[in-house]
């Protein structure tokens, strides 16, 4: 089998790419290193002992992804390739509908032309909006409150309405909760670049020293101790989750949508506690207003995922922070001085 992995120099990309050649793949990447550092695959290449091309390039460029996927003779596509920033997608929409919308409909389309019809599809629990119920199960309506996360269920709705348009199609969706963490030999991680907007890779440049002290947005939410709930997933866990889906995808065509999350709910404070207690270092907090937007509580059914293809989380928020930190007490500045 060869895997093409777009998106593959990025954080979760890189982390499949390491999984997919441990169980015995080969493995083609392209990606256009608008938010990666070629580094990265660098050393993932190294950890596994194996080559993996990189064919620098976008996957709006339809020509130029059916010749990859014909020269490497491709079997099957894992699909990162996209922009994630939340906020950033409120201020440039078009952008993210024409890289994560019309990027991966140019793609299918020349794997369409290529005779490739095995697909696994980066997705977000984003897409479900305020939860109706916790946990929250696959077929819980979807109300993205954003124009990333709505690029996120159009993309689900093209993928459904394809696999029941031909028969033939292997169509697998996951959907994200919050992935974190990084490789246990510390040499790959999230490298995000200037200030991250999220809590983990925030909370770990404060006990690095590179920021002040963190802010908690808001105390007065109806959980626990007031701070959010997110349903963080270590990042191997949600690369082994992809390994798992392609095998499944394998067995016969068809199109199934799964969460990868752990089923565990972790407040603000309690991952603070935990980072703490993995880095021995001070993680200053400040109390400040709710952010925009966010919800109380947000963590998934991952049934599923067990059931379909016999996928469960395994790492410990210990472990999550753990790992994060060894990452970044080794890289303090990302992938940058490398
Ligand atoms: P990332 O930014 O690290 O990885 C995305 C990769 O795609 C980068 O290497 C980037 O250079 C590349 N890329 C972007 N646009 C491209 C284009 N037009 N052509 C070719 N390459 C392009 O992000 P990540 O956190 O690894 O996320 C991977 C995927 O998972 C994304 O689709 C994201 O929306 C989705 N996702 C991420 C999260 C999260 O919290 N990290 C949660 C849910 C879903
Ligand atoms: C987690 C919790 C914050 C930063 C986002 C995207 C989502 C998905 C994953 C791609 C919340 C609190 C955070 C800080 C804080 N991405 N927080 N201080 O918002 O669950 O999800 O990333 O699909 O689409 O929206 O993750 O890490 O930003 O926040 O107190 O400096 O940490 O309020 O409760 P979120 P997050």
Same mark, same amino acid.
């Given at each position: ?5 777009t @998106? @593959?120099?990025?954080?979760i ?8 050649l441990?169980?015995? #793949?080969e493995?083609v990447?392209v990606?256009?290193?608008v938010?990666a550092n070629?580094e ?6 190294a950890?596994?002992? &194996?080559?993996?091309?990189l064919?620098r390039?976008?996957? &709006?460029?339809?020509?130029?992804m ?6 490497y003779?491709c ?5 990162f390739?996209g ?5 950033q997608s $409120?201020?440039?929409p !078009? ?19 290529s ?5 696994v599809?980066s997705?977000?629990a ?10 929250i199960?696959?077929n819980?309506? =979807? ?8 690029s ?18 292997h ?13 246990e ?8 670049? @200037?200030i991250?907007? #999220?809590?983990?890779p925030?909370?770990?440049k404060?006990?690095?020293g590179?920021?002040?002290h963190?802010r908690? =947005?808001?105390?007065d939410?109806p ?6 709930v997110r349903?963080y ?5 949600l690369a082994?989750g992809h390994v798992r889906?392609?095998d499944?995808l394998a067995?016969?065509?068809?199109? =199934?949508s $799964? #969460? ?8 603000? !404070?309690?991952?603070?506690a935990a ?5 021995n270092r001070?993680?200053p907090c400040?109390?400040?207003e &709710? ?5 109380a509580e947000?963590y ?7 059931s379909?293809f016999?996928w469960?989380?395994? &790492? ?8 994060t930190? #060894?990452?970044?007490s ?8 490398a």
């Amino acid at each position: 089998m060869t895997i093409l992995v777009t @998106g @593959g120099a990025g954080y979760i990309g890189s982390h499949t790419v390491l999984a997919l050649l441990e169980a015995g #793949n080969e493995v083609v990447v392209v990606d256009s290193l608008v938010n990666a550092n070629a580094e990265s695959l660098r050393r993932v290449c190294a950890l596994a002992g &194996r080559h993996v091309p990189l064919e620098r390039g976008d996957v &709006r460029d339809r020509a130029f992804m059916e010749t990859v996927l014909r020269r490497y003779g491709c079997t099957a596509v894992v699909h990162f390739a996209g922009l994630k920033a939340v906020g950033q997608s $409120v201020a440039e929409p !078009l952008d993210y509908y024409e890289v994560n919308v019309a990027g991966t409909v140019s793609l299918l389309q020349a794997m369409r032309a290529s005779g490739v019809r095995s697909f696994v599809f980066s997705s977000s629990a984003t897409v479900y909006g305020e939860p109706q119920v916790l946990p929250i199960p696959e077929n819980h309506p =979807f109300a993205p409150a954003s124009p990333y996360g709505r690029s996120k269920a159009m993309v689900e709705e093209i993928l459904a309405d394809l696999a029941g348009s031909e028969a033939g199609w292997h169509i697998a969706t996951l959907r994200y909760f919050n992935p974190v963490g990084a490789h246990e030999s510390g040499a790959i991680g999230e490298a995000p670049s @200037g200030i991250p907007d #999220n809590l983990m890779p925030y909370v770990a440049k404060v006990a690095g020293g590179k920021l002040s002290h963190l802010r908690v =947005f808001g105390n007065d939410y109806p959980t626990p101790d007031g701070t959010g709930v997110r349903d963080y997933i270590h990042v191997v866990d949600l690369a082994e989750g992809h390994v798992r889906a392609l095998d499944h995808l394998a067995a016969g065509p068809g199109h =199934f949508s $799964v #969460n990868l999350g752990t089923g565990r709910g972790t407040s603000v !404070l309690e991952l603070v506690a935990a980072f703490r207690h993995a880095s021995n270092r001070e993680i200053p907090c400040e109390i400040v207003e &709710r952010r925009p937007g966010d919800i109380a509580e947000y963590y998934a059914d991952p049934a599923l995922a067990g059931s379909l293809f016999g996928w469960q989380a395994k &790492r410990s928020v210990r472990e999550m922070c753990a790992d994060t930190w #060894n990452w970044q007490s080794k890289n303090p500045n990302g992938y940058d001085e490398a």
